[in-house]
């Protein structure tokens, strides 16, 4: 079975990267530009991991983590971020997300996370 995975991530080529990359190693992928358009596909479909920016306009990543684990508490949340703040972290480590990138985003290792995350590895 193949595993789903939802990326969010304002720059469009983040998303893009990502996804022809694990779709390559047979995930269904889906992206989007924002967490409000995020949300809305959330629920209508229930995705395993969701890899989210943390600074986004609007809804950011912070509170599309507590939305999904408000709904689907078993789905893992990996969030990627180009302002590493430690006070940021440690509230979304309280928030239970699984895993926590600096931007630029190295594929592999969060294909690894992604990976174990789901048991894979």
Request: charged residues 30%; aromatic residues 6%.
């Amino acid at each position: 079975m193949s595993h789903s995975v939802m990326i969010i991530d304002d720059e469009k080529i983040v998303g893009d990267m990502a996804k022809l990359s694990l779709e390559q190693d047979g995930y269904e992928v889906e992206t989007f530009l924002s967490g409000e358009a995020a949300l809305a596909r959330l629920s209508e479909k229930k995705f395993d991991v969701v890899v989210t920016d943390l600074k986004m306009k609007g809804i950011d990543g912070l509170e599309v983590l507590r939305t999904v684990k408000r709904f689907y508490p078993e789905t893992v949340v990996i969030m990627i971020t180009a302002f590493a703040h430690l006070d940021v972290a440690i509230e979304a480590l309280r928030d239970n997300v699984h895993d926590f990138f600096p931007k630029p985003v190295k594929i592999k290792e969060l294909k690894q996370s992604i990976r174990k995350a789901l048991g894979e590895g």
